[in-house]
């Protein structure tokens, strides 16, 4: 016969053995767990969505990161690489008849087609955590909460990660106090959001030439991005009313988290812009302290984009948070639990008269809630003992003809390697008791 053709894994995506699958899910509890916890419920949504809900939210520019296609209805879809749209489409049908705010978490798997590298592959699985119908500040302290808890219960601290908080309305403010044009302010978002990267000279340079900022105005708004805090800003524009007003929003904003006792995590930082026609009001990221890996998560207010799937204006504010660079993240600080088989019993038949009996006792086992495995067919007792160990198994319950016999079973611990007698009508009822 010719040999198997191999079928490689696609590049961008994994496979989950039972090893990586145990690090997933582990990642996973902590993230429901955290969400039940702050009062959340979790939805969920199809793989496959039209692709024009994509464009309407990211513009025709998206079509190309994403899995879309022409599917044998004629429709144009996309797999979806965010969770978000599917939220306000969801929502859009039926959040007018639903009490306020509307508390919603779900854990999507998403698919871009990107270009590889560390932290971010072509599928992930991505924590999305979203309230909405809140307008308030206490909505956007909630979620970041939410999500600052998660990691704190992952084992991270605040020499391990931060949140870098900024402000989409006192940005604005700033950069109209200085005299930024309105036509100019995307323009200028682009290099504030470019800044650590590029570094101070080069986005002087693109401030002064292509945003059209004058000088003076430029080195006031360096000035604020170098800064730490909000103390430049207030010090430097404090006095302007829009200013004023935005920095009042943050203080309350600040307040809350450092009443929950999550101010260490939090560092006011106006160089976090994200998405430039998406947001709305306050965002934010989280970051490794060591500055060695991609975001671990980012969101923010984004208020009319129910509105503009059909839904009625409503707020809304929420983040997504990845598995893949969260999962480095754990591993690189020796977070993530060891995987070992494990199992609670292991039922040995010494001869093959006793394999019936021990199907009944395993399945009795079972049915009370124990986990139990066995041989599928005969083997030396030394070998189901070896099977036994492999699996994890804590306890073996070997049936012997002589003690099967005297109406008893032996038990043996593995890790201790003592034995004792169990009576048969107890291990068919469920209830080993020696």
């Given at each position: 016969?010719?040999?198997?053709?191999?079928?490689?894994?696609?590049?961008?995506?994994?496979?989950?053995?039972?090893?990586?699958?145990?690090?997933?899910?582990?990642?996973?509890?902590?993230?429901?767990?955290?969400?039940?916890?702050?009062?959340?419920?979790?939805?969920?949504?199809?793989?496959?969505?039209?692709?024009?809900?994509?464009?309407?939210?990211?513009?025709?520019?998206?079509?190309?990161?994403?899995?879309?296609?022409?599917?044998?209805?004629?429709?144009?879809?996309?797999?979806?690489?965010?969770?978000?749209?599917?939220?306000?489409?969801?929502?859009?049908?039926?959040?007018?008849?639903?009490?306020?705010?509307?508390?919603?978490?779900?854990?999507?798997?998403?698919?871009?087609?990107?270009?590889?590298?560390?932290?971010?592959?072509?599928?992930?699985?991505?924590?999305?955590?979203?309230?909405?119908?809140?307008?308030?500040?206490?909505?956007?302290?909630?979620?970041?909460?939410?999500?600052?808890?998660?990691?704190?219960?992952?084992?991270?601290?605040?020499?391990?990660?931060?949140?870098?908080?900024?402000?989409?309305?006192?940005?604005?403010?700033?950069?109209?106090?200085?005299?930024?044009?309105?036509?100019?302010?995307?323009?200028?978002?682009?290099?504030?959001?470019?800044?650590?990267?590029?570094?101070?000279?080069?986005?002087?340079?693109?401030?002064?030439?292509?945003?059209?900022?004058?000088?003076?105005?430029?080195?006031?708004?360096?000035?604020?991005?170098?800064?730490?805090?909000?103390?430049?800003?207030?010090?430097?524009?404090?006095?302007?009313?829009?200013?004023?007003?935005?920095?009042?929003?943050?203080?309350?904003?600040?307040?809350?988290?450092?009443?929950?006792?999550?101010?260490?995590?939090?560092?006011?930082?106006?160089?976090?812009?994200?998405?430039?026609?998406?947001?709305t009001g306050i965002v934010f990221e989280l970051f490794d302290r060591r500055g060695e890996m991609r975001a671990i998560c980012g969101g923010g207010r984004y208020d009319q984009l129910l509105e503009r799937v059909g839904g009625e204006p409503l707020a809304a504010v929420g983040f997504g948070m990845g598995d893949v660079v969260l999962t480095e993240l754990l591993r690189d600080r020796g977070l993530l639990p060891r995987s070992a088989p494990a199992m609670d019993?292991?039922?040995?038949?010494?001869?093959?008269?006793?394999?019936?009996?021990?199907?009944?006792?395993?399945?009795?086992?079972?049915?009370?809630?124990?986990?139990?495995?066995?041989?599928?067919?005969?083997?030396?007792?030394?070998?189901?003992?070896?099977?036994?160990?492999?699996?994890?198994?804590?306890?073996?319950?070997?049936?012997?003809?002589?003690?099967?016999?005297?109406?008893?079973?032996?038990?043996?611990?593995?890790?201790?390697?003592?034995?004792?007698?169990?009576?048969?009508?107890?291990?068919?009822?469920?209830?080993?008791?020696?």
């Open positions: 016969m010719p040999k198997g053709k191999a079928f490689p894994r696609l590049p961008g995506f994994r496979d989950f053995a039972p090893e990586a699958l145990a690090e997933r899910e582990h990642v996973f509890r902590s993230w429901r767990g955290m969400a039940r916890r702050y009062g959340f419920q979790e939805y969920d949504g199809p793989p496959l969505e039209p692709l024009e809900l994509y464009r309407e939210k990211s513009g025709d520019e998206i079509v190309g990161q994403l899995y879309a296609f022409v599917d044998k209805g004629g429709r144009e879809v996309s797999l979806r690489p965010e969770m978000t749209p599917s939220l306000a489409r969801m929502l859009g049908e039926r959040s007018r008849a639903m009490p306020k705010p509307i508390r919603w978490f779900s854990i999507p798997q998403l698919f871009r087609y990107e270009r590889q590298q560390r932290g971010r592959l072509r599928e992930h699985f991505q924590w999305n955590v979203d309230i909405l119908g809140e307008a308030g500040t206490g909505a956007d302290a909630e979620v970041l909460a939410v999500a600052v808890d998660a990691l704190r219960a992952l084992g991270l601290g605040p020499d391990d990660f931060l949140a870098r908080v900024s402000d989409r309305r006192l940005l604005s403010a700033i950069l109209d106090a200085l005299g930024v044009p309105g036509d100019r302010i995307a323009a200028t978002y682009v290099h504030i959001d470019k800044y650590e990267r590029v570094g101070p000279d080069l986005t002087r340079a693109r401030l002064h030439e292509s945003a059209g900022l004058a000088p003076r105005a430029v080195d006031s708004l360096l000035e604020i991005l170098d800064g730490s805090g909000l103390d430049v800003v207030e010090d430097l524009l404090g006095e302007r009313d829009a200013v004023g007003a935005s920095l009042a929003e943050l203080h309350r904003y600040q307040a809350d988290l450092t009443a929950m006792g999550l101010g260490p995590f939090l560092r006011f930082d106006l160089r976090i812009v994200r998405g430039l026609a998406y947001y019993w292991f039922v040995a038949s010494v001869s093959p008269a006793q394999r019936l009996l021990g199907r009944e006792i395993a399945h009795a086992l079972r049915e009370a809630g124990s986990t139990v495995s066995y041989a599928l067919e005969q083997r030396p007792v030394r070998k189901q003992l070896a099977m036994a160990a492999r699996q994890g198994a804590r306890r073996v319950i070997l049936l012997g003809p002589e003690e099967t016999a005297r109406g008893v079973a032996v038990i043996r611990d593995m890790a201790q390697g003592s034995q004792q007698e169990v009576s048969l009508a107890d291990l068919r009822r469920g209830r080993p008791t020696p």
